[in-house]
């Protein structure tokens, strides 16, 4: 059984940081895809951005520039790094990972960016 559990969301001013962590209960290999979600309240959960296993990044539109994913496989964990705050990022923050064919999810952590 695969787990992954994300960690580091809470409330923060405009224009401040945070860095949210994925940990999985498994090891993270490097030929995994990883990637971070979204949802606002009352909105549809939407794509964040992405890490390839070679270690390529994509962003969605609305958070490129400010935030940034990384992987440290020893450690099983994936980060997102979350600068320049806005608002309008508020939102439960998921980690997906692509293990064996196969989507799993965590929990989510919540942000909320007070303005």
């Known amino acids: 059984q695969v787990q992954l559990k994300e960690s580091g969301g809470g409330l923060v001013q405009a224009g401040g940081s945070l860095r949210l962590s994925c940990v999985g209960s498994?090891?993270?290999?490097?030929?995994?895809?990883m990637a971070w979600y979204r949802q606002a309240p009352g909105k549809e959960r939407e794509f964040v951005g992405r890490?390839?296993?070679?270690?390529?990044?994509d962003y969605a539109d609305s958070v490129k520039g400010r935030f940034t994913i990384s992987r440290d496989n020893a450690k099983n964990t994936v980060y997102l790094q979350m600068t320049s705050l806005k608002p309008e990022d508020t939102a439960d923050y998921y980690c997906?990972?692509?293990?064996?064919?196969?989507?799993?999810w965590g929990q989510g952590t919540h942000v909320t960016v007070s303005s």
């Open positions: 890490i390839t296993p070679g270690g390529m990044t």
């Open positions: 997906k990972g692509v293990i064996g064919g196969y989507d799993y």
């Open positions: 498994i090891r993270i290999r490097s030929n995994y895809h």
